[in-house]
């Protein structure tokens, strides 16, 4: 399994919150597909997939909030 955790994209961010989804349980990604939005204080960003996989897990939901760092999601 590889782990999806939420990234830091900023200097001062130290965590975010799960806006958005862009994929489901069992959908194909390629690295650099836009996976889902997250909203930090200063605005919303896309994440992009690190990896080629497929995603087997959410395990942060839409409206969590949680620190970077923390895995949001396992793909196979």
């Known amino acids: 399994m590889k782990e999806l ?3 830091k994209m900023g200097h001062v961010m130290e965590d975010g919150m799960i806006s958005e989804w862009l994929i489901g ?9 836009v996976l ?6 200063k605005s919303v960003l896309d ?11 959410i ?3 839409v409206g969590e909030t949680v620190p970077v760092g ?4 396992l793909f196979e």
């Open 5 to 7: 955790k939420l990234p």
């Open 25 to 33: 349980v069992g959908d194909s990604v390629s690295k650099g597909d």
């Open 36 to 41: 889902l939005k997250i909203e930090t204080e």
């Open 47 to 57: 994440v992009e997939s690190p990896f080629d996989g497929i995603l087997k897990e």
């Open 59 to 61: 395990t942060i939901e």
């Open 70 to 73: 923390t895995v949001i999601a």
